[in-house]
């Protein structure tokens, strides 16, 4: 044993095996800023909703826009594919559990209809919201005119791993530096969790990365293909790309974590990571209201052959406003995550977002001992 | 993947991970002293109760001074505000769960009364006890002249995280080189938890320095906020600054770690990671004489926005007497932890706190598997 | 403490421990080969059914050839001591768990015979298939001419822990390199799970190297004799020993992990460790078509004085090609497990098993935290 | 956060967290000796019985000789305290759990009797069984020469730290260098678990190490004081120990890692970290043969004022032939102690203990994963 390696493994942590380290300053949290930009786009809080059937309806992502943060809507979802949504979300919500795959196998076989497409951005511009939009790789030609032509104001190609370089047989792979000529909004793209790829995906012009594959403990995609890469040191390398690329070009690229927060505690290290905001499914699918009725589940999961993840009952937890801003009597973590986010901001001595990425951050696995009791200290 | 780094990130050690190793002399245990200081003011025993309500009235400070240790007095806590407190602390005791957060946030929103700190402190010297009271850094200009007229011996300044330089826009930040002049009686100041900040908080001239934010495992302020240094390594940080200030200076500040500690083995620890003596809340809730009835709870969890911690049912484990020097049949170590730390200082072969902190400790994680059994050595 | 250390103790890491990273360029799954060679053998799937009674008959045998891979039919269990080995089959099945393993110490007493060698191998020729099939090194000269005579195909040697060089009172050390010349067919050997060991016998000529002792966390061989290495980090010393050998002699030897491998995951775990192809026993035995009815036993629980394992009723999850290929509406990576390392070998942007060992692989430590959920990408 | 540090703290191991390297040799267990010496006395197999009341009798004693091994009779516990021992092993396991600490406290608050020692001694020497006996340190002076006379061939001098040098007011420390030259028959020291009092002791003169300061992990001492080492590496460090005072003194100490074995795997591992040999309480404690009745307890656990630990219901699993050689059906590692030590010299090539020492370790935590099932190989 021993002797020559045949390849060096690096360790990578999560958000449960870190903590941030208070400041060698304090501040006010009401001295602090929370602002994100995308692009030429400003948002006071650094807070997207995920591109899931269950999280983002167009009024959701209105209700979003008014509440400081950014809706995405899922442009090859239900909302395109019904002229009538509600009826396949109760569906969905209402299936037995063991029935719930093959059901939504059957639902999101059902064609994208162009017409519905523009239709969504609009009935999201009408109400004054900044509208952002989802695609895949494969359909971004197809779709991104219409959305773009409706108003869309930024729009997100996403899928499970995206690179610059996409080698496919069935179609042409995409080049993202054409379509982000082309399309006259800032792009945003994903997802990513490694150094080189952030940096070449930077490279082809984009204003926003996504961050996050398979993050966290149970995620399906790393049971089943054994792909991922736990946020926090995802993120950690993302943003090292972002600083070289911004040394290197003067353009600063907006890097998003995406996936794995489940609570203000995620929040704020995913920006102490090197995040400039976070993208957030579960936390909202638990808002009062979300289209999801208490329930959430994944693109990936109506996959024909290779389902990963099934519907999840994420519950209702409270209404958008009590999950962002509180108040709340839930001490877990789960609801005021801008609340929370302010205090960090607090305790780290940071004005505002750029300056909480520079706090200190130390491996600390958090170990749940049953029954134990810590004392609760006083602000 | 790889490349350059956004940030390093330190492994920072709990008390779970940690042991401590039997030293190359022994010595009877009956040879040691346990004997700690703050400023002029010499104890018995090396153990702080913790400023919460439901920990030190002002006759269970009393009851401390009689076993040879110091308890702390919250001067903004029930005490304070209320003429009858045993109203509102059984208030509290009888609360069901789900309205208790509610419950606490309309209790401490009552005003704190100028007239009852300086009887509060009146009633604890009245027994020849020293007094020791506590504040948080916004109230220490309006509490503090009134708790030292009326006799306190020590002033402690607490906060979840407390710096030697906070920025504020509501209050002027607190100056502690001023206040430590003003007053006469030392001041402790808290919490802390890094070199830098521990170091700095020195040079203002404190006699001694609580430390820890969010220690231990389950604790709330690292899932609401994800700030948190697990104790060990906190400790081992701030008893480093104070090597370094007293070589610089001459002038030794008791280093006291406050927060975590449910053993006399976690006790024992946090001295051989450089304590000077430690605070304890909730083994000294379950006292029989604690004012908390057998429950606990902490300042932040009355906050009106972002409560972090809940009141838990910490039970009745025994006297104060036997909590402190036993004797016990109890033999999960939550008794009798002064005889746990004679023991420690024997293998340690430590006469002295002092000496104890010079002990090798090891990582060595406690995994609890059940059914597991080992050998019971004789002493 | 301290001082001259004894020994060195180096880090091993198991399939929980670790994950993969996406690479650089991705592409087309449908683009990218899964073949596998062994010696002048080519397979369309770089899987093989374990030489168990309860996964391997003859007729499953030839099943696994016709799904692409091959099943390694053991010459001493049942199927060579019984003319009609489903009554032993149903016994075992039957049995009540407390009574199995004297019942399996009672069944495998039963002498081998040399005829129903010869005819389980010409049952599986008969099919078209190509038929593998293992001894143990004390059976090899004995049963080996009668199989190849019969017409086997691959010759497997396996012992739980194999090396070049073994000493015996009781027989004469089976010398590998005696064994290859005299026999026409490639020969497989294991297990092992260290370089050196893993270049011993690859200089003996052989084709293949089971990779495995004691692999994963329950194994029993761990508990019971304390020996095992978990598979990653075997899988990367063998294949170490594979390059160096290569590299020397312009052989290519086919590493096979073999054992641990549950979920699509771990399987691309392994290659991406550096094997050429998986051995599977309990993924099988959970066939509809397996021999063993939803139950899974090894030999070494039939050891008549240190049983290692026992009985484990696997249930059964599907047909061997919703195993292999899906579909599946299973989320849990049980299912298509060539589905899975098809995406797999897409997110790390390789055509073939060669590049996907190429691909990246970090230290991830799965936490399965209840409860815990996250987002479920897209593809 | 940071700069200088106040102490090192290095990671130490339990057996749960290694395994062993199979060899590059590997030869028939039959061929391989599990000897033992302990100064001019040879033993067939490398076990003592621990000198606890549950499991050491003078009958006991004398089974373990028959078995190859040695029981070691602690000299101040019911034997030497009762007439009649039997009645009060018959109390405390029929007491009820709620008052087993109060009677163990009253139990052996009983004074030894000084006939009771020579009587004990002489029922082992007249079956023909090497007699071993334990003492603490403070008894030593007392009760050593009552039990030499009587015949004991083996003395161990044991308390739960030891080292060369300790420091006492009530009695004079015992200097060890002048009992061993007093007393005839080879000297047995413990419990120690690092390099530089292993070496003190050594410098005395003894002939065995005992090794084990609140081994494992729900040890009892690691709660309530805080200290312990585990014992992987508690065993590096003192066999590290033995080598250098053999090269410098040509004299060699067996080397005893006493605590926390629970299986064949433990046993095996303790011997690759260097032990020449184990001693066992619980395993035999469970021996139908063994005077506890299947329970277990501590000379700890009666402590008046600090117990550590209980009693335990160990239950019974077979006689004590069965636990050391089998035959058994028991597959968790429990029985067949030297079976499985056999296996494990035959897996890594070891003709005897010594050449076992040489075998290698890995680092590879056991991580229980419920439902998780693996290949069984073969032998």
Redesign the interface.
Known sequence: ???????E????????E???????????P??ASTQMTIGDHAFDIPVLA?A?DAVVSPSFASLMHKKGGLGVLNL?GIYTRYQDPYTALEEIASAPQAEV??LLQKIYSEPIQEHLVGSCVESIKKTGATCAVAV?PQNTKRLTPVAVEAGADVLVI??????A??????YKGLIFAEVIQQVKVPVVVG???????AL?LMETGISGLLV???????????????????Q??AT??C??AR??YFKRTGKYVTVIT???I????????AI???ADGV?L??PFAQAREAPGGGF??????S????????R?N?GTRGTLKEILY????A???TQ?LI???K??LG???AFNIKELQKA?????P????EG????????
Chains 1, 2, 3, 4 share one sequence.
């Not at 370089?165 to 069935?170: A, E, M, P």
């Not at 959430?296 to 999961?301: D, F, Q, R, S, V």
């Not at 958090?366 to 001992?369: A, D, E, G, N, P």
């Open positions: 044993m021993g002797a020559p390696f045949f390849k493994i690096r360790r990578a942590y999560g958000f449960d870190v903590a941030i380290v208070p400041g060698l300053v304090t501040i006010n009401d001295m995920s899931m090859e795959t093959a895949t996403q899928s499970t791993v995206t690179t370089r996409h080698v496919s047989r069935s997802n990513c969790v490694s150094y080189n790829t070449e996050g594959v398979g993050p966290g403990a149970a995620c399906t995609t790393r049971e089943v293909v054994g792909v991922g890469v736990p926090v040191t950690l390398d943003a090292a600083e070289e995406d996936g794995g489940r609570t203000g505690g995620d929040l704020c290290k102490v990571a090197g993208m499914g579960t959430n589940w994944g693109m990936a999961n996959h024909p052959e290779l389902p990963r993840g099934t999840i994420v509180g108040p709340t009597s001490t877990d973590g005021n609340g929370a986010l205090v960090a305790m780290c001595g200190e951050m130390i491996i600390a958090s170990i749940k001992t134990k009791i810590f004392q609760l200290a006083r602000d």
